[in-house]
Structure formats: structure tokens, C-alpha cells
């Protein structure tokens, strides 16, 4: 088929298939993304326009790696804007309390993060289902408490003032575009980490736990593991969010980690698609934008929030980006298969 | 695994431009002065932010109606923060560069005030802050301001009326949010200049729904009062708890309470309950001399014909924030530093919530006159002296 | 002195947490399914009542209304959200529910608005004073009324048919499907039923705890953190994880400190789901995997 | 040399006794067929060989060490691999992908080697593509590789298991019931296929219904009844057993009444 020699990218349905040099092939959406993002970095100088899409870049860094454990290990988490925080907290009070450098408090929030979702995620990954939902959001209630109480660190209701802005060398990453470029730049790093896994053996795996977990521990994957380490790679891309979203406001506040975020982040992953990279992307756009669409009649949030979620999930379970390819393709009288089986026995 | 369709190559393009696109600037005219309002209208902190929304809608349509500011009418550009700092720092972005607004009214919570101050001292915006932590103006930010009565001026008439009557031991129970714990942080501070010792610091759920174990643990310490820092519901439930314990020491409320939505909710447990408040609740009670009694008149009277709802001290906030702005901006022509130097040196400003006296060092203007006492007795409010 | 009056207070949130219980663990028995939007099931209840309240109605006539409404809420929610899912997954069932619940709230937040409202309670005798502690007579009508709705319950499990075709239901849908049950109306029967449970703890916590739009997250959370305390899908455990949560929360502020209040349910939640999954009773056999 | 051993294996779900006291070994090279009628205990013993379930009494013995207490993903790390009743594929995936899924345990690509993409685990994994496409072609699975595994027909969705199954590596197979649902030609294939695995050298035990295709292929045969071991021998003496024709058949009736 397609060897190392030459790359052949081949529609799915309709055959047609155009030769693209091989160095090019894999790195092209990545090339075309990068693209984008000095484009866009470099025509909008509005400040407003910058800081918006740098906390979709934010939020895409989250939805990304919730995006691994939802859309490819299958395992829901309603408490990942724990991770979220600890990476905001952690380098905020690394920086602040104990002067070091913001690099440092960045090795500071993924290594906390990453042992507190170990710890965490080991019994509560033997969960599944509703179980391994409540386990989850019980964790992020525990730890929202613990920003809200532990005033002596973390400043406790009243928010966490002070944190220095990120700097290398003598240039900080002050103005919005710099920021900007530094946000997206880790987002598209974050992208090829998560393609590059998904394409390999690993992602293999974590879809096949995904699809059945009996055939993929007769295949001899260790699932329990695999999902344990899906569950904290997750954590350290929700820590660098954090880490990322604590130096650009300078300010964190225990109001901006709870239950409600959580939510937020489902949705995104939800939305955009459960296993794929570039819905992540439209989730956090959409999460991000919508407050500002609605702000007119901002009394409707919660309730378009609510439906945006209900409806997505009734209708389009595999989310909007899946959603409007089948659309894109039935348009094109292509026969999608459509695996709902019939309503007889859709009993579990 | 090689393969890659080329729809995921087309989606990734598209979707990064269709994002940028999707917030184009809209055009703006430049005939009036733009001012930006943020105020959490929904959420925890409607109940701060809803009548600071109306009352800034109803002192700009006033200033309008007799002549706006030099000739130029005022225009108000207002936004929803949801009490949430993410999106407080997005719309004071977007009241600064995409709506290109001179100044700034709110936010309405300490915790978003705090995280929007950056953004508006680096663009060098003026910003009046509604809310009341004393973290928004001490230390001392060029550009930004406060109207809310401070916390220190509210625990100091609480203790200066508990030292008259020659209480010396006291109870606190504060809620766990930003307000609780700067109110709790001035409670125990500002005690030993009262003689007053704090024998017992408890705290409770904003959402919580019983504080009788808390209320008891107070009780076992014998204080001669207690003092409760919080905003409704809490407040009411603890009151109510108070009843139920038949603890009959003093109980003491804070400013966060002052609204009749608070006698309403505490029923007859809010018999006796003293609490600091601005004097508009007790507007027509005031001498006749009293230099705000006039404004606070007009204020209600307005705010009473537009909306048909009881008025809160919080609304006046907002109202006298614009007002003071209205005032800097006269005879300016937009240059923020004047502005900013006009509202730094504004004396004798009656407002609503008090006689603004800001200083290069006080930029908050009001000392503890803004407060008074008053004790709730058979479902209003009465001066206490 | 104080250690009674700690049990006093433990009683009373107690009750709320029970009756907010008993609605998962109906629900969780009959339909093998966890309603993240029970609290909010609650708020409607409170809310109805007030409404109704403000038109005049006597207290009798309005509790009857609100649960009606309720549970009205609850059959279209189940009919619109939940039957018309393909492939009911946990994930797929827990993002829709908690989706249901922020859109009841944003509902709520427009009809009722934003402040807190306030409901006499159903007698207004004063507090019961034992030795020097005082017990709220609402939580005993709470009491009084969650203990016949759980008896009626029981006997509608035990002894009816309808009863009876739900819990088969739940074990396995296509044997009840087989059996001539219609499985699809014994769902939409037991979101019913579990809406008005909710309706009615709403009804009768509403005189303590105030009701404003938003008070159904942490009272569902709590509710839910009681019900797998006592064991998930038994009546009597949910009353039993409650009371339970109740008291220890009111000791844990009365001895230590009042700020881990809230961490004590969700502390007790990780422990139920990581050592003991059945919780007290064990009733059902809690699937793990 | 037995690879495995079975000794004196019982295992009881509550009241019912699966498996009682069941001892016999599999020698290498072979093919083992297990029979018996429903309910026999069949699947009860494959899933204790495999690890699903811990045995109540006795053990299994694979080239000499236990398998007691291990995890079943370490049991396919040794080498027993097996396939599934009503087949487990992954449907998400290609058909390609769902056989170099079978090659997880051989390889070690962790997530380090994969973000990094360093040389070696890109070596790798070509290497397993190559050898997952030839197993593909060892199976006799025509057609596009890349096919989603959910379009292929039924018989080559048994064949793609097998095939995945053979991914690992294992010196010991576990066939449950692959024939079931298959048509004729179908089945043949599958017996020269379950043939041309045993000449690789893997032990293959096989547990099918379809008593042709079993007496066709198989070494050894081993009857089970009722959780307990009947018989075991030869196809042909098996064949002729009346202990066996009992248990399939029931006891004739005594002569002369009708």
C-alpha cells in the first residue's frame, strides 16, 4: 500500500487519491496550523481579538488532553479543573512565596500535578462509569475546597494577587501578541504530542480499551496502567493551561477551578468531538466564544449552556466536528454507515 | 496509520481563520463619551451587580437628558462578568480595545476587581471599582479607584457602637468567600484598637443551610455579642439559628445585609439585629440638614420610577461612581491623565454612599461617617445613636 | 450540652440529606441510572411551593401541585433527554444529566430571578428545647414525612405489580422487555416518581433552607454522597447515609473546624467508591468495572 | 513436553459447580481439541487458562511455572493468547490496526518513545506493520487493509481474530468456538488455516462444536461433561467411545420396547 517511500492520502469513500511527498505528508495539517497562527498573530493587532484567542488557546491545551482520556481511553472526568488550578497555584506560589523563576514554577506545577493525578487516578481509575464521574468530581470538590481554605498559600476566597509575568532572559512576554504566540505555540505542540500518540502504539491501545476492554487485556494490554497514565498525561496538559493562564491575568481566584469549569471542559470535548484532536480545537473556540455571543442576553447562558450540552450529546454523539463531515459527505451522496444500531435493542 | 485524510488538513485551515474572522472590530462612532460598565449581573453576585447595572443605565440617561458632559452625551457600554474573573478580564480587554471606552464603573466583587487592575493600569484606563475589598486600593494604584464603603470604615462603626455599650468579648462568624475573609482579616485586626478581644472565628458555606454547630461553639466562649460578615442567604440563616438557640447576646450584622430583601428572609429573627449601613436605607430618618439626605431622596425617587423595586445601597455605588466620573470629565476633552487628576483631587462629593474626599492617598474617600448604625426593629430600619 | 446540640443540627441537615437520598437511590433501583440533575429537581420543588404560595394556596394544595409539576418536569425531561439516546453509556447518560441540570438552573434563574425567597414552615411552635439544645420542629416534619414517603415506597415496590415490573427492569431491560413490561414506560414511570421525590424534599427543606435558583448543585452533590454512603439503590441506606452525613458533618465543624464541612461528604464519597462501593448496607451489587 | 498442564481444576459460581477436579496436559506442537456438550464447562476453563478468573482449586501449569495470581495481561506477555465467542473486534480501528493492536505486547514504544518519535520507535513500527500485513495475508484476508474491521463479513472477521491473536507471537492458541456461524467453505479454510498455525510450531487448543472439523485437525481430543473430564485420546478412539456418544447422545433405551 503505502510504503516509506511515497505518502498517498486517499478519501475514504470516493478513491481519489494525490501523491504528497513523503517529509511533507505527516507534518502538513501541523505546517498549515502554524501557518495559521503567525497569520492571525501577526494581522490582528486589536488586543482584545489577541487575548480572546489566547485563552482559546488555553482552553484548547485543556480540551486537549481531556480530549485523550474522554474521546480515546473513554474515561469521563468531572474534576479536571483541579489540575487546572494546581498548575495555576502551584507556580503562583512557587513564584511568589518562594521567588523562583517562572520556569521553575512551570516544573513545579506539571511534577505536582502529575504525582497528585497519580496518587489520585490510581484507585480511582478502577471505577468506570457513574462511579469513576462521582470519584472525579468528589476529587475537584476536595481540592476547590483546599484553594478556598488554605489561606495562608493560597490566599484563600479572596484570590491570589501578584503573579510575575513570564520572561526569558530580559524580554517578558508582556504584549498580547507575544503571548499570543507563546500560548499557541505550546497549543501546537501539544497537537503533534497528541498525534504522535495517537498514531502510535499507545494510541492503539487506548483506543482499543476504548472499543472493548475484554478483547484489549486478551491482547495483553495492561488497561489499568494504560488508562493511568491517559489520566495524567491529561493532568500535565490541564497543569501547563493552568501554569500558562496563572502568568497571563496575574491573578487566580479559588471561583475560577470549580465544579462548573469542570463542566466547561466536558462540554468542550463533548462539542468538539470525543476522539478527535481538531474538535478539541472547535470546543474551546466555541466554549470560549460563547459567553461572548450571548452577553446581550447574558440571562440565557446557562440555558443555551445547558442545551448546547444535552442536545450535542442526544444527537451527535460522536460530537459537531464528526457531525458535520457525515453532513459534509451525505451532502455528497456518499453512504455513511451509520452505526446506531435499530431502536429494538438499544437496551443495554 | 499513515493515511490522513485531506478533510482534516482543509478543517484545521479553515477552522483557525473562521475563529479570527468571527470577531471582526465593528466600527465605532466617536461622537460621545464612551464609558464601559462590568457588574455581575448574573450568578453568586447578581444581588451586587443587578441594581449597579440599573442605577449606572439611570444616571447616565439623567446626565443625558440635562446636556450630557460639555455638550457630548454619555454613552455606556455594559457588560457581565458572572462574579468570574476569566471573563472580567475579558470584557475590561474588550471594553479597552474594541469598544475603546475612556473609563471604567465596577466590577462588582472583590475577586474580579483584583483581576482586571493589571489590565486597566497597564492601559492607563481610570477605573471606579464597586466592590469593597481593601485590596483594591491599598496599596495605592494610580488608576484606580473605589466607591463601596471600605470594610475598615463598616468594622470600625460596628466596634465603636460595641465599645459604647462596654462590650468587650466578641464572636465572629464570617461567610468563606472573598467579602467573609476581608471582613474576618478587619474584624481581628482592628479589635485590640477597641479594647475588644475576638473570642472565637468561625465560618460557614456561602450556600450552607445550618450554622447552629457553629453558633453553639460561639456561644461556649461567653462573648457579650457576635458579629456575623457575610451576604444573603447566609446572614439570614444565622440569624435564624441565633432565634432557634435563644442566644440572646447582641448579634451584629454587616453592610453586605443592608437591604430589605434581609428582614424578609430572617423574618422575626431579625428583631434587635444592629448592622452598619449607608444611610440610604434610612434616607427620610436623616436630619434635615444632613447634606446627602437630598441626593439620596433623588436617587430613590428615580430609581423607584424606572424599575418599581426597592432600592439597595449597592446600586449607589455605581450611581455615585458615574456621577463622580461626570464631574472629572467636565471640561477635560477626553484626556485620560486630567480625568484621572480630576477624580484624585474631587473633595466634598456627596454621594450616595457617603462624602467622597479622595486624595493621592486615599482613593477610596470615605471615612467612617459614610456608615451609620441601625437596628432593625419590628421589620424596618431605626437610627440608633 | 454542646455534643447534643451538635446531634441536634447533625438531625436536621441530616434530614435534607436523607430525602434528597432516597430520590437518587429510587431512581438508581429502578432504572440502573444516576440523575446529576436530581438537586435541581429539588430547587423546582422549593420554588413551585413558593409560587404557590404567593398566588394564596394553603399549604396542603400547593405540595400537592408542586409535586405534580415536578413530576411532570421529570416524565418530559426522561421522555425528550433520555429515551432518544441510541447507545445509553454511562458517559453519554452523566454529561446529559449534568447538562440538564445547568439548563433547570438557567430556567429557574429567569422565571423565579436571582434573590432568595423565604417559606414559613408548616408549624410555627417554637424550637423543641432538650436540656439546653434546641431541635428545630421542621426537621421532625421532615422526618415524619420522608419516613411515609420511603414506607409507601417500599410497599409500592413490594407489594404492587408496577412496582415489581421496575426493579425488573432495572436488572436486565430486554428479560423485563421479553416479559410483556414496557420497559420504556417503567423508565419514564421511575424518572416520574423520583422527580416528585425530589419535589418533595424540596417542598419540606424549603422552610430551612431558603430557595433561590441555584441552591440544587451542593444539596444534590450532598444528597448523592449520602445515598452512596448508605448504599446506592436501597431506600432505607439513603436514609441511613443521610442521617449519617448529617451528624458527622455537624461533629466535624462542632470538634475541628467549620471550614472542612463541605469535605467531609465528599471525603466519605472517595472513601465509599474506593473500599467499599456498596456502601453500608451493600444492598445492590455496585458495578465496578 | 506438556506445555500446559491442567491439574485437578475446579471452579463454582455460587451454587453451580463448573468445573470439577478436571486434570490433562497439552503437549507442544499439538492440537488440542476440547468438546462437550453445553454447558460443560468449556468456556469456564478457557477463561481460568487466560486469567479471567481465579480457579478455586488446583492449577495451571504453563511450560512448568503457575499462572496462578497473574494478571491477564502478563499471561499474554508468556505467550497464550486466545480469541473470543462472539468475536471482539476493535471497531474503531482498521483492519490493520486491529492486528498490529495483537503485536502490543512484543513491542515497547512507551509514551516517551512515541511523542519523541525517535528512531527506533519508528523502526518499530514499521516493522510491526510489515508483520501485520503479512499475518494478514497468512489469514487469506483479501482486500484493503485499511478497511474499517467493522465492514469486513462475519467468517473473515473470525479469520482477522485469529490473525490478531497470532500478532503476539504466542507459542500457545486458545480457539473458543472460532467455526460457530461459519458456512462450510468457510470452515474448511479455517481448519487448513488452524493446520498451517500448527506447522509454525504454536500449540493451538481448540474448543469447537462442529464435530468434523475437530476430528479433522486435532492431535488429541478431550471430552468434558458436566465440569468433569469424560475422556481424552485420540480423534478416532474419542470417536467410538461410548461414554462419550452418551454424553452428546443420551443412553439408549434398553432393547425392545419401541
Known sequence: MSGLGGLSVRFRQSGFSVKIPSFLGPSLPYLLFAGAIALVGLWVENFYYLQVLTFIGINTLVALGLNMLMGYAGQISLGHAAFFGIGAYSTAILTVHYGFSPWIGLAGAISIAGLVALVVGLPTLKLSGYYLGMGTLGFGMIVHILFREWTSMTGGASGFVGIPPLSVGNYTFYSPTAYFSLVWGTVLIGVIICRRIIDSRIGRALRSVHDSEAAARAMGIDTHMLKLQVFVLSALFASVAGFLYAHFVTFISPGTFDFLTSVRMVTMVVIGGMASIWGALLGAALLTLLPDWLHTFSEFEMVVYGLILMVVMILLPQGLTRGILDLWEKSKGEDIDIKGESDGDSFR | MKKMSIKTVLLSATLCFTISLLILPRAWAESTWKIGGIFAVTGPASFLGDPEKKSMEMIVETINKNGGIDGRPLEAVIYDTEADPTKAVMAVSKLINRDKVMAIIGPSTTPTSLAVIPGAQRAGIPLISCAAGNGITQPIKPWIFKTAQSDIHAVAAIYNHMKKIGHTKVGIITVSNAFGESGKEQLESQAPDFGITVVRAENFGAKDTDMTAQLTKIRGEKPDAIVCWGTNPGPAVVSRNARQLNIDIPLYQSHGVASPKFIDLAGEAAEGILLPTGKILVADLLPDDDPQKPVLKTYIRQFQEKYNSPVSGFGGYAYDGVRILADAIKGTGGDLAKIREKIESTRDHVGVSGTFNFSPEDHNGLDPSAFVMVRIENGTWKLVE | ?289 | MAILSVESLSKSFGGVQALQDVTFCVETGHICGLIGPNGAGKTTLFNLITGFYAPDSGAVHYRGRTLQGLPSHRIVGLGITRTFQNVELFSSMSVLGNVMVGRHVRTRCGFFRAILKTRGARAEEAETRNAALELIRFAGLKGDPEAPAADLPFGWQRLLEIARALASEPSLLLLDEPAAGLNAVETAALGDLITKIRDRGVTVLLVEHDMSLTMRVSDRVVVLDQGRLLAQGAPREIQSDPEVMAAYLGRPKEAGNA
Open chain 3, 1 to 289: 450540652m454542646e455534643f447534643l446540640q451538635y446531634l441536634f443540627s447533625g438531625i436536621t441537615s441530616g434530614a435534607i440529606y436523607a430525602v434528597i437520598a432516597v430520590g437518587f437511590s429510587m431512581l438508581y433501583s429502578a432504572t440502573d441510572l444516576i440523575n446529576f440533575a436530581h438537586g435541581e429537581f429539588v430547587m423546582l420543588g422549593a420554588l413551585c411551593l413558593v409560587t404557590m404560595k404567593a398566588i394564596g394556596m394553603p399549604l396542603p394544595i400547593a405540595f400537592l401541585n408542586a409535586v405534580l409539576i415536578v413530576g411532570l418536569i421529570g416524565l418530559i425531561f426522561e421522555r425528550l433527554a433520555i429515551r432518544p439516546v441510541k447507545r445509553p453509556q454511562p458517559i453519554v447518560l452523566v454529561i446529559i444529566t449534568v447538562g440538564a441540570s445547568i439548563f433547570f438552573r438557567g430556567m429557574a434563574m429567569i422565571l423565579w430571578g436571582k434573590d432568595t425567597y423565604s417559606v414559613p414552615p408548616f408549624s410555627d411552635h417554637p424550637p423543641i428545647i432538650i436540656s439546653g439544645a434546641a431541635l428545630l420542629p421542621q426537621s421532625l416534619w421532615i422526618l415524619f414525612i420522608v419516613l411515609a414517603v420511603v414506607a409507601c415506597l417500599y410497599l409500592f415496590y413490594q407489594k404492587t405489580l408496577t412496582g415489581k415490573a421496575m426493579q425488573a427492569c432495572a436488572i436486565s431491560k430486554k428479560a423485563a422487555w421479553l416479559m410483556g413490561i414496557p420497559a420504556k414506560w417503567m423508565v419514564s414511570l421511575s424518572f416520574l416518581l423520583s422527580a416528585a421525590m425530589g419535589a418533595v424534599a424540596g417542598v419540606i427543606i424549603a422552610p430551612i433552607t431558603m430557595c433561590s435558583y441555584d441552591m440544587g448543585t451542593m444539596l444534590g452533590l450532598k444528597g448523592f454522597c449520602a445515598a452512596m454512603l448508605g448504599g446506592l439503590g436501597s431506600l432505607w441506606g439513603a436514609l441511613l447515609g443521610g442521617f449519617l452525613l448529617g451528624i458527622l458533618e455537624a461533629m466535624g465543624v462542632g470538634f475541628f473546624s467549620s471550614s472542612i464541612k463541605d469535605a467531609i461528604a465528599f471525603l466519605l464519597l472517595l472513601f465509599i467508591l474506593y473500599v467499599r462501593p456498596g456502601g453500608i448496607i451493600g444492598a445492590v451489587q455496585a458495578k465496578r468495572f
